[in-house]
């Protein structure tokens, strides 16, 4: 009885300080968008320069995931995350005295997007599914995903405070010094060794051979397209939201509620998506959840633009915001074993980045070229009806319901 019950709460230790991390990492890359206009009044550099920059931050949040996925697979999670830490730290210090466009995206762009994906998604997921037994992965899955949508939700308002009242250079320093509480929980994470990590699970003991198989497999290259769009998808809103407000003639806090209310309603939106996946299929959950946002975006354009509007419009997206993350980390899990899980995900990650590099940079281009997001809105709405279809073949077992 007392193994099983250490074991228990060794297992909410390691979903506990995983979601911590990613309560934090998701925190501080989530606000990026509040900065828009301050830096912009700050350095002079434009709308669509700085658009850019957080679209490269974008890139190499997704870029930097399968590598460190993979050194975490090969070398272990600890330096990992505590590497990434120490990157997501220096790139918001060195970003306050960015006076070009080259350097901020050099700083924020690369250092500070890199370390914080060395603290994301592929690494947290691959390394609680490493030590968790197949039947609790999914419910973790979805409580790490919480983590991070709760960390959007303290965050946005907490850093629009820090901008209102001290400036963003304060701001963006604050974030830095929050980036290193991760490392405690990292600490804490990293404290067993995997659950049977080699063939037991049908994977394959070799990495290069894992990867190459994944990519032959059509269900996994179904789920990169739906990723895809759900980057596209995210990038754009986190980028763009505050514009899209202030287009509408409402103040910086009403985007940063919003924002926040995303993250609010994602925390009961990845929960349940990690309960549902342990009774029903994932491709159903995500065609779901991917179809349902073409449909609140119609919604969203047909509505009067005004507070309450933004509100429902930011509590509805919260509820399938990243809960996409589980049951897509989940079927990859089903497809192939746990055992190059950060990997195989962290690679799925990168094709959701390159998404969201095209959503925050056409979402630059189209207000500086068009002065309005209108045409952007269209085509979220076809990616991501795309995006619902696609799940639909993805190959996977019959659950119990």
Not at 99 to 120: D, P
Not at 284 to 306: C, D, E, F, Q, W
Not at 334 to 363: E, N, S
């Amino acid at each position: 009885m007392n193994v099983k019950l250490n074991t228990g709460r060794y297992y909410w230790l390691l979903m506990v300080s995983a979601a911590g991390i990613m309560m934090i990492t998701t925190g501080v890359r989530q606000t990026t968008g509040l900065f828009v206009a301050p830096l912009n009044d700050a350095t002079g550099l434009g709308i669509a320069s700085i658009s850019f920059t957080l679209a490269v931050g974008q890139l190499f949040w997704g870029l930097s995931q399968p590598v460190f996925g993979a050194i975490a697979d090969k070398w272990g999670t600890r330096p990992v995350l505590i590497g990434g830490a120490l990157l997501m730290a220096a790139g918001q210090l060195l970003t306050t005295y960015a006076a070009t466009e080259w350097v901020l995206t050099t700083t924020l762009g690369v250092i500070s997007a890199a370390g914080a994906g060395a603290g994301s998604f592929a690494i947290l997921i691959g390394a609680a599914a490493q030590q968790l037994p197949p039947d609790r992965r999914s419910f973790a899955g979805g409580f790490i995903n919480a983590g991070g949508s709760l960390g959007q939700f303290i965050f946005a308002p907490l850093t629009q405070a820090i901008l209102t009242a001290y400036g963003w250079v304060s701001a963006m320093l604050a974030l830095g010094a929050a980036a290193l509480l991760t490392i405690p929980a990292a600490l804490a994470l990293c404290g067993r060794p995997a659950i049977n990590p080699a063939a037991a699970e049908g994977g394959q003991s070799n990495m290069r051979g894992q990867v190459a198989q994944a990519f032959k497999d059509r269900s996994y290259l179904f789920l990169h397209a739906g990723f895809f769009t759900c980057g596209f998808h995210i990038a754009f809103l986190v980028t763009h939201l505050p514009g899209e407000v202030a287009l509408c003639g409402h103040s910086a806090a009403i985007s940063a509620g919003a924002i926040g209310i995303i993250g609010l309603f994602n925390i009961a939106g990845s929960l349940l998506a990690g309960v549902l996946g342990n009774h029903y299929r994932m491709k159903y959950i995500l065609a779901v959840m991917y179809g349902s946002r073409a449909i609140m975006i119609g919604l969203y354009l047909l509505a009067p633009k005004t507070e309450l509007t933004f509100y429902v419009f930011a509590a509805a997206l919260g509820l399938t915001w990243l809960a996409t993350v589980p049951p897509t980390a989940g079927l990859i899990g089903k497809l192939f074993g746990a055992r190059y899980l950060a990997t195989l995900f962290g690679l799925t990650i990168m094709t959701h980045q390159i998404g969201g590099f095209l959503g925050a940079w056409l979402g630059g281009l189209a207000m500086t070229h068009a002065g309005h997001y209108d045409w952007i809105w269209y085509i979220d709405i076809v990616l991501a009806a795309f995006a619902a279809l696609i799940s639909l073949p993805v190959r996977e077992e019959k659950n119990r319901f």
